[in-house]
């Protein structure tokens, strides 16, 4: 229990360093420069974007922001490289683990024809920037021109979270292969089961054309029922978190629990329990680090990958009686309550 309760929160750290900002920026700010900041952006300007936008306006940064949706498309991501490299930038936003290896690529081959290359780049929201090979460690990205922000639990942890609720021996995970970062997290999430001698169900999500569909998740949940799963978890993937609402509540009308490392699948949708970052406070973090490189002249890759010292432990209190699980009284002195999905 010390170890979750260790990460519940906001760092005080973080909240002096961004509250700082503006009176380092009168410090070192050039004069008569303004800055072009590219995010590329996955799924629209979400929490994350919004909360990078935000502290780049509050910091008095003289910085445009110029935002690019691939609206989750890799065909997209070409042409924003292509558009990058034309205008050149002070700057570019890599959000999410498709975006970051389509236009950063990969440490073991960095060709310049088909990535970014010596433009500075941050990226966030990146499930795992190692296995996915956009950074050769977690602490520096041992790489020219990159640095990012870390914003995920442990699956480790994510599971002894799940186990600290309601023990079990069986859960599940749906998944999509057309997305890097769920594959590559599908793995990471199996190596933790067997860690924890729990039995995995692994369920992918089917390709039509290349593409899933919303339309499949209840199957994938039956299926899982019929295998006897006790749990399902959320890992990373854009689109079930999309479709969070069609998954949490197909899962609670078969009597499963889910667990997520999304917030909003808990506080948005049906899922019982998430271990996450405040999404908001991944893009304020990004913010300090685009400071770091643009008003205090630190090269990307002299920059540590930053990250949140703690995070949200987020109870679905309505989810919690529908299933009648409720949680033990441990975790309610530090745990997040949420009484009812929020409707947006």
Not at 181 to 188: F, G, L, W, Y
Not at 253 to 265: D, N
Request: aromatic fraction near 8%.
């Amino acid at each position: 229990m010390t170890l979750i309760r260790r990460l519940i929160g906001i760092g005080a750290m973080l909240a002096l360093l961004l509250s700082s900002a503006s009176a380092v920026l009168a410090q070192t700010a050039p004069k008569d420069k303004r800055f072009t900041i590219y995010m590329a952006a996955w799924r629209g300007c979400e929490d994350a974007c919004q909360g990078f936008v935000d502290y780049i306006k509050e910091s008095g940064m003289p910085a445009d922001v110029l935002i690019r949706d691939a609206k989750t498309d890799k065909n997209t991501l070409g042409q924003f490289v292509k558009e990058v490299k034309t205008t050149r930038p002070d700057l570019v936003i890599a959000w999410g683990t498709n975006v970051a290896a389509q236009m950063i690529g990969p440490y073991d081959a960095p060709d310049p024809s088909r990535f970014i290359g010596d433009i500075p780049s941050i990226f966030m929201i990146v499930a795992d920037p190692v296995e996915a090979k956009i950074t050769r460690g977690q602490e520096i990205s041992g790489r020219a021109y990159v640095t990012g922000t870390r914003n995920r639990v442990s699956e480790s942890i994510q599971l002894k979270a799940m186990l600290e609720y309601r023990p079990f021996k069986r859960f599940g995970i749906i998944y999509n292969e057309n997305e890097l970062n769920s594959k590559v997290n599908a793995d990471v999430v199996k190596r933790a089961a067997d860690e924890l001698g729990l039995d995995l169900v692994m369920l992918p999500m089917p390709l039509h054309n290349g593409v899933p569909l919303r339309e499949d998740i209840p199957g994938l949940v039956q299926e899982a029922a019929d295998r006897g799963v006790e749990f399902l978890y959320i890992g990373s993937s854009s689109f079930i978190s999309v479709n969070a609402d069609i998954y949490t509540e197909t899962a609670v009308q078969l009597g499963i629990p889910v667990a997520s490392s999304y917030e909003t699948s808990v506080t948005d949708s049906s899922a019982l329990l998430a271990i996450a970052s405040k999404y908001s406070m991944v893009g304020r973090l990004a913010g300090y680090q685009a400071k770091r490189i643009l008003m205090d002249h630190v090269k990307a890759d002299d920059l540590p990958i930053a990250a949140l010292d703690r995070h949200s432990y987020i109870i679905n209190m309505k989810t919690a009686a529908a299933l009648k699980l409720y949680p033990p009284m441990t975790l309610l002195s530090y745990a997040e309550i949420v009484n009812q999905p929020g409707k947006n």
